[in-house]
Structures are given as C-alpha cells and as structure tokens.
C-alpha cells in the first residue's frame, strides 16, 4: 500500500454535509440579492448552475475516496473466495484513512490464508510423494515373497501382513491428498436433489433413496454435491444402511440438507470425532477416516457446514448452507 496522505472518514463525510448545507444557505442568500439585479428567472438559472456544478464536485469526490474503494475491496474480497488459487490483484485506491487501513488487514487475511493454503498442499504432496517409494518397494518385495514356495506358512502369514500395511498406507496417501484436494476445490453454480438422484440410484443400487425437497436450489455444483453425497453413502452402506433419506428445504437466509440413514448409528462416545481424519472404526476393512473430512472440506469451501444430529435411530447430518 502506498504511504501518502489520505483524509479521514469523518473528514470526508462532515466536509459534504456540511458543503451540501453551505451550498442551500448561500443559494438563498445569493438569490435574495442577485435576483432584483439580475431578474429572479436568470439568477435561478445561474444559481441551478452553480450548485449543480459544486453538487457534481462534492459527488465525485464521494465516489473517489468512498465509493471506488469500496467497490475495489469488495471485488477482492469476491475473487479471494471465488478463485483461491488465482493471483491476487488487491486493490490500489483506498481512500480515507480508515479504509486503507480495512483494506490493508483484509490483504494481510487474504495472504494468511492463501499461504496456510499452500503450506497444507506442499505439505501433502510432499509428504505423500515420500510414501509413494517405500510403498511400491513394500509391495514388489511382498509380491515376490510370496511366489517363494520355501516359505513356511508362518513367514506367509507374516508377508500376506505386510502386504496388507502396504495397501492401507496407499489408502491413507490418497485420502490425505483427496482431503487437500477438497480445501482448494470450488464447484460453482446451484444444483437440486433432483438433478443428481439418477447418478445417486445408479453408484448406490443397494440403498433405497428417498428425496424430499427434490426442486430446492442447493448453493453449490452437481459435482461438489456429489462429492458430499458419495462420500455419507458410502458411509452409509458400510454401516448397514438399508434406506437413505435426503431432505432439503430453506429457511429463511439458509438452506438446510438432511442426510438420515437406518444403519448401525454412531455411538454416543464416538460422535463427536467423526469428522477428525483418519478417525474410523472399521480400519480392518480398509476404511480410511477421511470420507465425512472430505466432505465437510467440500462443504466450507462453500461457506457451508455439516454437523451430526442426534436422533435415536440410525444416522442423521445437517448440511447447512448460507444463502447470499
């Protein structure tokens, strides 16, 4: 931001009051006298002049010291959450004092977040870059014990164990990147229940799915739905669900979608860790823990949230999303 002088917002806004109201004062007084000289139709004329002139002065500079800069801030911070990863153009005009000095701390935030961003993506490419040699050496080398027909068949348990570690290290490594992936991925545009139940009916034929709400506009893409939506029912069906049901009304500034399941349930002591990565109870059967973090990644890129309700039977989230 560029040091130079900038007035202060009560400066700008009591200079136009009170210009407006000198501007009244001397235009009666000015009228009281010229009109005699000038005649009372020709000193209206150069009097409406005047004071246009002097309003369009006092006009453009609102719309350069508030107006403009406010609008310039206002597409900044509309591209910060709309195009992430883009390179930032933060504005060059500010203004008053006072706001250089929010748009300064809204820059600040905007580069905070773009770095911790980029930190968490090096971070989990970097890291799963480095697990990707020690796991492919794990399974080569597992391959070819295995094709030892010398081996007793305690040492084959032990290999078919190893073998096993090196597939749930590779999913864990896609997990991870798919949960980095989720935090920078946008799915614009609006979509319905409607609009993604047939791709829903066909990767889930074993659920019975339900749909209540099906015309409701959900703020966000049919991918970024189907991303949340994939991800719970599978869940689901690892859990024993039968049945699942979508439910999506707005109410009032918010639309809210509910995903109820009949399956197993959470337990009381697990719920409130179901959304932590890596966190499942079914890692003997290969789960990850990543799927409901992924979702709730997808959800808050969208200024949207997920939560467990607590019912008495079965599984219930409430995805909420903030209607602009």
Request: charged share 20%.
């Amino acid at each position: 931001m560029r040091r130079k002088w900038r007035p202060g917002l009560a400066f700008v806004l009591g200079g136009a009051l009170c210009g407006t109201l000198l501007l009244s004062l001397s235009g009666l007084v000015t009228f009281r006298y010229l009109g005699p000289e000038l005649g009372y139709r020709n000193a209206a004329i150069l009097l409406t002049i005047v004071i246009t002139a002097a309003t369009a002065v006092l006009g453009w500079l609102l719309v350069r010291l508030l107006l403009r800069p406010i609008t310039a801030l206002e597409r900044f911070a509309t591209q910060v959450v709309s195009h992430p990863a883009d390179p930032l153009l933060p504005p060059t005009r500010f203004g008053t004092r006072e706001l250089g000095t929010t748009a300064q701390s809204v820059i600040d935030m905007a580069d905070t977040l773009r770095n911790r961003e980029t930190t968490i993506r090096s971070f989990s490419d970097h890291v799963t870059h480095e697990l990707k040699t020690p796991v492919a050496t794990l399974k080569a080398a597992t391959e070819m014990l295995k094709d030892d027909a010398t081996l007793s068949d305690e040492n084959q348990h032990l290999v078919d164990q190893i073998a096993n570690a090196a597939g749930r290290l590779e999913q864990q490594i896609e997990a991870m990147r798919q949960v980095a992936r989720a935090r920078e991925a946008r799915h614009e545009g609006t979509t319905t229940l409607n609009a993604v139940q047939d791709r829903l009916r066909r990767d889930f034929t074993s659920l019975d799915i339900r749909i209540d709400g099906g015309e409701v506009e959900i703020p966000i893409g049919p991918s970024g739905l189907l991303v949340v939506l994939c991800q719970m029912f599978n869940n689901a069906g690892e859990h024993g669900a039968q049945a699942v049901r979508l439910i999506a009304e707005k109410r009032e500034s918010q639309i809210i979608l509910l995903v109820s399941d009949d399956g197993r349930g959470v337990s009381s002591g697990n719920a409130p860790r179901v959304f932590d990565p890596f966190f499942t109870t079914k890692r003997d059967r290969g789960g990850t823990g990543m799927g409901l973090a992924i979702a709730r990644n997808t959800l808050r890129a969208h200024s949207a949230d997920i939560s467990l309700a607590p019912v008495t039977k079965g599984t219930t989230f409430s995805i909420c999303f903030e209607v602009k």
